[in-house]
């Protein structure tokens, strides 16, 4: 699968032929300058929670794509609201089967409203089984003991964790999140956009290298190829 970082906690992934974005939150990320959100393909758009550096662009790329919002109730019903026609309602513990594979929609231990304060639902993440490899994208999460099941009962192969601490878990927790979940590969996300979240690459990837497990930073607007 093809995996593409836009910044923050913003991803596209390429699996069966499908654009899936998670957590579109570019025009407002500075970080993010040069990337164009008219040049983004879309046929899904994960959402994780309601937080506005989750859900920024996510109506205007739904709009202009025509890509499916993905998101728990309160996320699907705020699409609806705002004109888009394709959502996709879930909650936590569901299961779904999509075109480009099944997600279950994930615990997360966080806040979640919009940004009028509006109520989000409960925050969450998604697990994805796909013919590709099977993906955990946490959200903006701290570390719970929940993670231990996906570890247990399923098979991440590939994990994108929270780094950036003070809003989420940091460098450490994600290295025991990694063990919970059973996945030595994570790409890390939610660090350096704004102040509190600034995290040193360097040290953070070598703290996952003494565990033997690899952490990627990706530059934003990088993709890369990635195979189980
Ligand atoms: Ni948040
Ligand atoms: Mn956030």
């Not at 996709?88 to 919009?114: C, E, L, Q, R, Y």
């Not at 999140?177 to 660090?191: L, N, P």
Request: proline share 2%; charged share 20%.
């Amino acid at each position: 699968m093809r995996i593409t970082y836009f910044g923050h906690a913003c991803f596209q992934v390429e699996v069966g032929g499908k654009h899936l974005l998670f957590d579109p939150f570019i025009s407002g990320n500075p970080l993010a300058e040069g990337i164009d959100i008219d040049n983004i393909a879309a046929d899904y758009i994960l959402i994780s929670h309601a937080h506005d550096d989750h859900t920024r662009d996510a109506i205007a790329i739904a709009k202009r794509t025509g890509a499916t919002i993905v998101g728990i109730w309160e996320i699907y019903s705020w699409a609806l609201r705002n004109g888009i026609e394709k959502a996709h309602p879930m909650n936590i513990g569901g299961s779904w089967k999509f075109d480009f594979g099944t997600v279950k929609m994930t615990d997360a231990v966080h806040s979640s409203s919009f940004a009028d304060g509006s109520y989000g639902g409960s925050p969450a993440g998604f697990y994805i089984e796909t013919t590709e490899g099977n993906l955990y994208y946490a959200g903006d999460t701290a570390l719970f003991n929940g993670m231990k099941m996906l570890g247990k009962y399923h098979n991440v192969d590939l994990a994108f964790l929270p780094i950036g601490d003070n809003f989420t878990m940091g460098v450490d927790d994600a290295l025991i999140a990694s063990r919970f979940i059973k996945c030595d590969q994570i790409i890390g996300m939610h660090f350096d956009t704004f102040g509190f979240i600034q995290v040193d690459h360097a040290q953070a990837i070598e703290k996952f290298k003494q565990r033997d497990r690899l952490l990627t930073l990706m530059e934003i607007g990088q993709t890369i190829e990635w195979t189980k």
